[in-house]
């Protein structure tokens, strides 16, 4: 039962990191945001967007790239820092029947 | 030059021997049918009048389509089979157009015309894209190479999950490819292969000449006859225009028997009628002869002008200056038959729109000559002109600009690609791969686009004159941006089905670069505010007529026609060339014929000069004797 227990555990972990790293890589890597306005561009270039949605867009996206690096130029993380975060451990509590 | 009336004549002479002959042309920009007087179509037809001898054209698309036709399901398969592509991905690529591949398969077309024929006599393209049309057979190899790396995944796979793999109908189409690409090279290297060069009598063609005999040998191709064109034979009286041209020549053709030594050299005769029609085309090859040293002469003491009645204007000068939108003019291109002076047109025009504002004189034929014309080297970084303020010169390394983009290309693939296991799949080979197998002449497209995002930038006030290639290939740099934009859409919807895979990264970039660019490139060159074509023709028949089909198609592309320069215009005062004078002056006739006089559009006549204007200097003076045509 421990052995299913802690490898329910580890699993929930593994899931909260990965969880952690996209908030992470959202709030503090500008890499997805390029390709986010390069897909936009080819989206423009194909007639599946009009300019002024990409204009729309592409504002939003250059304010978070300046946010970024604002953010690294201060050499601060993002407010909520996943990076500093560790999941150490996980409480839980289990209901009903146990089998 | 006069490729095709030698190339016919060479036919209608030989047309008599036992067998039978096929004379076809390759050119985009046929003139067969004016040449030989006959209606010549895309199937061989006999010639009226020439025991023996058919004549047909190469069409490049229905070419191409025959080609494709029994080859596309097989290529589709290999392509699915060796790639994470889909069979719709895989469609829409091969419902592409490939541009420039017209002189790919202008060499198996004419192999494919040639069965049932003895003896193929061969009219091709102007210079710099015949040596584009000989580099056909390693581009075949280059697609088979591609195929192969696709096709060898699907052989790892078989053999693995059946222990042994045996050939299947896709290796014989690759080989199939392999063995043309090979036949072809062989036919072109074989001794039975004869290549004859036709030049004219003056420094500039037989620059361009010596330049093409020397590629071709480099590719191993041997041109095995020149023949020259055109020489002025001594006058019937005193002609101080005659008697100069016939010392220009002799001066530019001494050293010809050493600097072509061990070909045979044929002379053909300047004759005051153009040869039509098979009975002219033989009368015209019992006048040539062989080659003779010429007499040495003197140089010419003075310059000897031309100009003649010709319905010239005497009350307005300097039309250049006067073309319609001057002011906001941005690009002025030259467009023309080969050998027509596209390049010395483009060179005055460009030294005199230089005394008002900057120029830059750009040329886009793989031939260049504008380093000829101004008797100094340019290449593809723009340089200052001696003696010609204002003036900059480039002459575009059109294989310069698509090595970048090809290293650009690569490298952000092979980014795209590290996402995803290397092993899978032949997808990044296929990609990667994909860049070599862009046909002769996207290079030049992808050249000149970086003009067009200058000209979009809308910066500075420089006018860009452009000398562009002859006829039937400056009518394809113009059809090609938008072929070529389509596959940058191509792969572009690929990669974003794809995106979460390879991700979009350099790849997308560089394909959202390109688009733009040629999104440019298409803008500007129908913006008649800021972009507009010259038509530069010779007083003579056969230049009047493929006049005629460049406008309409031209007209056809939506581009501003904004005049017709007439060059070389006016003869001496001997009987032989009164009569030229008198058949030009029906040409010039002819040319205000071709459309409606308009606003905006200037039928313009250059006069000939002996010798012919070279350098800054003399080229300003010489664009300063330019008049306008009364309308």
Wanted: glycine share 6%; net charge positive.
């Amino acid at each position: 039962m421990l052995i299913i227990d802690s490898l329910i555990v580890s699993g929930v972990r593994f899931v909260l990191d990965k969880i952690a790293a996209a908030v992470d890589t959202e709030l503090n890597d500008d890499t997805v945001l390029r390709e986010r306005l390069l897909e936009a561009q080819m989206r423009v270039e194909l007639g599946e967007m009009s300019q002024a949605e990409f204009d729309e867009l592409e504002a939003d996206i250059l304010a978070r790239l300046r946010d970024i690096r604002d953010r690294q130029r201060g050499g601060e993380a993002a407010v909520v820092a996943p990076r500093d975060m560790k999941v150490t451990g996980i409480e839980a509590t289990f209901e009903g029947d146990e089998h | 030059m006069g490729k095709t009336t030698c190339a016919a004549m060479l036919a209608c002479a030989r047309s008599s021997r036992a067998g039978r002959a096929l004379l076809v042309s390759t050119d985009p920009a046929s003139s067969l049918s004016a040449v030989l007087r006959v209606r010549v179509g895309r199937a061989p037809r006999q010639v009226a009048g020439a025991k023996g001898l058919f004549a047909a054209n190469v069409e490049a698309a229905p070419a191409f389509a025959r080609w494709l036709a029994p080859r596309k399901a097989l290529l589709a398969r290999i392509a699915v089979r060796g790639t994470y592509l889909d069979d719709e991905d895989v469609a829409r690529l091969l419902t592409l157009s490939l541009p420039g591949i017209d002189e790919v398969v202008g060499l198996i077309e004419v192999v494919r015309l040639a069965q049932g024929f003895d003896r193929v006599f061969v009219d091709t393209a102007p210079t710099g894209h015949t040596l584009r049309l000989l580099a056909a057979p390693a581009l075949l190899g280059r697609a088979a190479a591609l195929l192969d790396g696709l096709q060898s995944h699907h052989r790892a796979v078989f053999s693995a999950l059946r222990g042994s793999y045996q050939a299947d109908a896709g290796d014989a189409l690759i080989a199939d490819l392999r063995a043309e690409g090979e036949s072809l090279a062989a036919l072109l290297r074989d001794p039975s292969t004869e290549i004859s060069w036709v030049t004219l009598p003056e420094p500039m063609a037989l620059e361009e000449t010596a330049d093409a005999v020397s590629a071709l040998a480099d590719a191993g191709i041997r041109v095995s006859r020149l023949i020259v064109n055109r020489v002025t034979a001594p006058p019937p009286g005193p002609c101080d225009w005659c008697d100069a041209r016939c010392r220009f020549e002799s001066r530019a053709l001494r050293p010809v028997a050493r600097r072509f030594r061990g070909r045979e050299i044929v002379t053909c005769p300047d004759i005051a009628r153009e040869p039509r029609g098979v009975a002219a085309l033989t009368a015209l090859a019992r006048q040539r002869t062989a080659w003779r040293e010429p007499s040495s002469r003197t140089p010419i003491a003075r310059r000897v002008t031309t100009a003649g009645g010709l319905f010239l204007r005497r009350d307005e000068d300097d039309p250049i200056v006067r073309l319609p939108n001057a002011r906001t003019m941005r690009w002025l291109l030259f467009a023309g038959k080969g050998g027509v002076g596209k390049t010395t047109c483009a060179a005055a025009t460009a030294l005199r729109l230089a005394e008002s504002r900057p120029v830059l004189l750009l040329s886009t034929d793989p031939a260049h000559s504008l380093g000829d014309v101004f008797g100094e080297r340019f290449d593809n970084t723009p340089r200052a002109a001696r003696g010609a303020a204002n003036l900059r010169v480039r002459e575009i390394d059109a294989s310069e600009e698509m090595a970048r983009l090809r290293r650009d290309y690569i490298d952000a693939v092979e980014a795209a690609f590290t996402r995803i296991a290397r092993t899978a799949g032949g997808d990044l080979a296929a990609f990667r791969d994909l860049i070599d197998l862009a046909p002769p002449g996207i290079d030049e497209v992808i050249a000149i686009a970086d003009v067009a995002a200058a000209i979009a930038d809308g910066g500075g006030d420089e006018i860009i004159v452009t000398d562009t290639a002859p006829t039937g290939h400056a009518l394809r740099l113009l059809q090609t941006p938008s072929l070529l934009r389509d596959w940058t859409r191509a792969l572009m919807a690929l990669l974003l089905k794809y995106r979460e895979i390879v991700g979009a990264g350099a790849l997308a970039a560089l394909l959202v670069r390109l688009s733009k660019q040629l999104r440019a490139l298409q803008d500007a060159l129908v913006d008649p505010a800021r972009t507009a074509f010259i038509v530069v023709t010779r007083p003579a028949a056969l230049p009047t007529d493929e006049s005629r089909a460049l406008l309409a198609a031209l007209d056809g592309l939506g581009v501003t026609v904004a005049g017709v320069v007439v060059n070389a215009a006016g003869r001496g005062s001997c009987r032989r060339c009164r009569a030229i004078a008198r058949a030009q002056t029906a040409e010039i006739a002819r040319v205000r014929r071709l459309r409606p006089a308009a606003d905006g559009y200037a039928i313009i006549v250059a006069p000939a000069e002996m010798p012919p204007p070279h350098g800054a200097a003399a080229l300003r003076a010489w664009a300063g004797r330019w008049r306008r045509v009364r309308s």
